[in-house]
């Protein structure tokens, strides 16, 4: 699952003589040449500092670059669809953790938050279909349980509930 780096770095405007516009420009063009893996981290990174447009920035940098590696793809995609379900753009949020589960099918983490997304605009059973296959991947995960509990709430299906409360506190 990815994590984010424990450092943050900051991108640092060149130091020289150009005229601002060709230092803009060149800032660019070195912005555009960054590896999809580090735009990816730090959209992740800032997605979960609660810095969600800077995040959705960051993502998109990696998804126009298209990386061949999956998991930086899935990362970014991940990283957005985190920021916009914070945001409350939850149909938005659902279509960029199905990207990331396309790219990588036991990405944990983008199961959880789309069930999440699809709980809060009341896709109950989508909801808990998530949740079943975060919980398939990591049996002994509280977080997915409890989550799950409350769309089997939100169901009426109160002994579903219960039982997966019981199992997150477990």
């Not at 920021?83 to 990207?99: E, N, R």
């Not at 039982?163 to 506190?169: E, G, N, P, Q």
Request: charged share 25%; aromatic share 8%; glycine share 4%.
């Amino acid at each position: 699952r990815p994590v984010a780096p424990a450092v943050s770095q900051t991108i640092k405007a060149p130091k020289t003589t150009q005229a601002p516009a060709q230092t803009q420009k060149a800032a660019a063009a070195n912005l555009a040449n960054r590896p999809a893996r580090e735009w990816a981290d730090k959209a992740l990174q800032a997605s979960l500092q609660g810095k969600y447009d800077e995040a959705v920035s960051y993502a998109e940098k990696v998804i126009q670059l298209k990386p061949d590696n999956a998991e930086d793809h899935a990362k970014a995609y991940f990283a957005r669809g985190l920021s916009l379900y914070k945001q409350g753009q939850q149909t938005k949020a659902i279509s960029d953790l199905d990207t990331a589960v396309n790219l990588c099918p036991g990405f944990l983490d983008a199961y959880v938050i789309r069930g999440n997304a699809k709980a809060e605009i009341g896709m109950y059973d989508k909801a808990i279909q998530d949740l079943d296959m975060a919980i398939k991947i990591k049996p002994d995960y509280g977080r997915a349980y409890s989550n799950r509990a409350y769309a089997y709430y939100k169901k009426e299906a109160y002994d579903e509930a219960l039982a997966d409360s019981t199992r997150a506190i477990e």
